[in-house]
Nanobody
Framework: VQLQASGGGLVQAGGSLRLSCAAS????????MTWFRQAPGKERELVAG?????GRFTISRDIAKKTVYLQMNSLKPEDTAVYYC????????????????WGQGTQVTVSS
């Protein structure tokens, strides 16, 4: 399974970005895909588990296209990080060690 992420970049605080991640290669019908992020000097964390992004970030999936999206609105400087898509066979889990496949990471920088 290969994961290709896109959509990162530089945005001003309050702006929006949408990240996409498409799976290719040998894929599975029950491939769970999600997003992590890693800020400088911090551990990689599951985006869906971050309290500060709730109400601003939305993860959606297009099963037919084998693609997962991360819509990020009202971005803040503290959202600056490298964003990674991740996948595993089965259901979504919360820790990075439970994911077998990773995208290359896409940088999101939010300026104040």
């Amino acid at each position: 399974v290969q994961l290709q992420a896109s959509g990162g970049g530089l945005v001003q605080a309050g702006g929006s970005l949408r990240l996409s991640c498409a799976a290719s290669g040998r894929t599975f019908s029950n491939l769970a895909m999600t997003w992590f992020r890693q800020a400088p000097g911090k551990e990689r964390e599951l985006v869906a588990g971050i309290e500060s992004v709730k109400g601003r970030f939305t993860i959606s999936r297009d099963i037919a296209k084998k693609t997962v999206y991360l819509q990020m609105n009202s971005l803040k400087p503290e959202d600056t990080a490298v964003y990674y898509c991740a996948a595993r066979v089965g259901v979504t889990r919360t820790t990075r060690v439970e994911y077998d496949y990773w995208g290359q990471g896409t940088q999101v920088t939010v300026s104040s």
